[in-house]
């Protein structure tokens, strides 16, 4: 997982993204390329959503679903209402504990210890 100085993570590893996270992330930032029938300037690829009429970053994070939707514990195993479990697997050393009760994160699809 590539995370910055402030463990979040980055564009360059959005295949870490879960759905949500990457339906929310490229509706608020578009990606920027270069437009070649305007001269190579780099623009971006399409107009990105507004929530509530604002620019500012407090509308985008409300309008996010929590990052438990998907947590059933009765189907994945993930429950946030158990206490946070920290995977032993070696793979998940540096990812944080949460609502996965299984030590292989990837059982708990849906649900994330991010």
């Not at 990606?31 to 990105?48: E, M, Q």
């Not at 604002?54 to 994945?76: D, K, R, W, Y």
């Amino acid at each position: 997982m590539s995370r910055d100085a402030n463990g979040v993570c980055g564009t360059s590893a959005t295949s870490d993204w879960s759905y949500p996270e990457r339906i929310m992330g490229w509706a608020h930032t578009s990606v920027i390329l270069p437009d070649y029938a305007d001269g190579g300037r780099w623009k971006s690829t399409y107009t990105t959503a507004l929530w509530q009429g604002s620019t500012e970053l407090g509308p985008f994070l409300a309008a996010q679903p929590p990052q438990t939707i998907a947590c059933v514990a009765t189907v994945n195993r993930c429950d946030p209402a158990a206490p946070p479990h920290k995977s032993t697997d070696p793979d998940y050393a540096n990812e944080p504990a949460g609502p996965c009760q299984e030590n292989d994160l990837t059982r708990c699809a849906g649900g994330t210890n991010r």
